[in-house]
């Protein structure tokens, strides 16, 4: 599972140049505590949850029988990961992540922010990438943009690390996802719900305008607030 840097200005206006690769997640790590959560976010978890990140909250819903795998919040970036409760973080089926990057919404679209995304996802694919941009969204009067991303061949590749003594590597899967990318009133926040499975065709994904509504029934609407 790949989470992403943020995105900073070059010297051209407009233009993006991406911090250094992307953060791969090598590890089933201890939960930290989240501020502002509706729950201590251990074991199952409850429908509805709000999260305090930087100087807004964000709400979600998950389904029963998920749990928080991972969460990391540094000054100018918090990223919080759930899976159910039957998978490990290295070798997740199904996955929701939730980002925020702060001080990035004046300096890009929400629009911008995931065509940004979906770049650095083409680097690490070594399949075909599935980019289907589904449009603009609003959440709760805050600007956002929702687009599919997907890899049809995605190497699962993680290092040794203080967690994991040793390094793991298993076939490589298809991957793809719901991804929302919403501009607060400071912050950029993204929230994408991911499944990863066999191998698929680029020209039939899993996942696509026809079927993205189902997809994500048990975790949207999504909720920005002060």
């Known amino acids: 599972m790949f989470c ?15 911090l250094a690769g992307v953060v791969l997640i090598s590890a089933m790590v201890t939960p930290s505590a989240l501020g502002g959560s509706s729950t201590g976010l251990t074991g199952s978890i409850a429908h509805n949850h709000k999260l305090s990140i930087f100087d807004q909250k964000l709400s979600f819903t998950l389904p029963e029988g998920w749990k928080l795998a991972f969460s990391e919040k540094q000054n100018t970036m918090f990223s919080a990961e759930f899976t159910p409760v039957s998978d490990e973080l290295r070798d997740w089926s199904s996955l929701f992540c939730v980002q925020g990057f702060k001080g990035l919404a004046d300096s890009f679209s929400p629009e911008t922010f995931l065509d940004s995304i979906a770049a650095t996802y083409q680097e690490n694919c070594t399949g075909e990438i599935t980019y289907q941009k589904l449009g603009e969204s609003d959440i709760d009067g805050y ?18 690390t203080q967690f994991n003594a ?41 996942l696509e305008s026809a079927n993205y509504r189902e997809f994500m029934a048990t975790i949207a609407p999504y909720g920005l607030s002060r």
């Open 4 to 18: 992403y840097n943020p995105p900073k200005k070059s010297g051209k206006q407009g233009g993006i140049q991406l």
């Open 143 to 160: 600007s956002g943009f929702t687009a599919i991303i997907g890899c049809s061949h995605m190497p699962n590749t993680h290092k040794a």
């Open 166 to 206: 040793k390094s793991y590597l298993s076939d490589p899967k298809g991957e793809i996802g719901h991804y929302t990318a919403i501009s607060g009133e400071q912050d950029m926040y993204l929230l994408h719900q991911s499944m990863r499975g066999e191998v698929f065709n680029a020209e039939t994904p899993p």
